[in-house]
């Protein structure tokens, strides 16, 4: 399985940041064909990223939110179709910020998952406990909750065609990441989910882990039990230190 590295900048960089970091990120950073590198700005500099990487179709773009209507009276929404249409591949569904700031339910990741697939974009689900349930021992139970309902109207193929990125709440953001082992934990618990919900197609799913992800904690998270790529926040925004840990 190749690992997936994935930036998501979240609001930052506009059009023409975004069209300067790729310059950057390209010439530091050689075709290969061995990992999937993925980069998420905010909608409206999706554009500018694709046709800055118009050389370079390897590398891929998406959009860091949905809507799971195709069109209509939902003011300040974007719809699958519309991003796909922008230049998006792929499209994170149910990130904690969304989730938490924006008060995003279960349900709504699941039908923007399955909005996504039907659009021809690969949905990103993600999940993750918040440090409340992590003490409470919720952990398991939360994260496997949010996946039943993030994939429930994604059908076994569709469960089959997503990835899913593992983002403990208390780790975004704030310095602290989940330890190897303790991501291995829920990343072996997610990939049996995984199997019972998609069969043996779901073998392959990357599961990504994000969190505090930097050049210098990316190797030993990576090398982590069914650790499948790295979904890569603010250390996502600098070219260089991009191109390094795309490189790990
Ligand atoms: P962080 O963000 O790397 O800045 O912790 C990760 C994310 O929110 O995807």
Known sequence: MQPVFAANWKMNHGPEEAAEFVRRFVAGFAPTSDRTVILFPSALAVAAAREGLRARPEIKVGVQNIHWEERGAFTGETSAPIARAAGADYALVGHSERRHVFGETDEQAGKKVAAGLRAGLTPVLCVGETAAERERGETAAVVLRQLRSGLAQAGR??????????????????GETATPRDAAEVHVAIRAELRALGGDGAVNVPILYGGSVNQENAAALLAADEVGGLLVGGASLDAERWCTIART
Do not use: F, K, R, S
């Not at 065609?161 to 593992?166: E, F, R």
């Open 157 to 174: 193929a569709g469960v089959a065609a997503c990835l899913v990125a593992y983002e403990p709440v208390w780790a975004i953001g704030t």
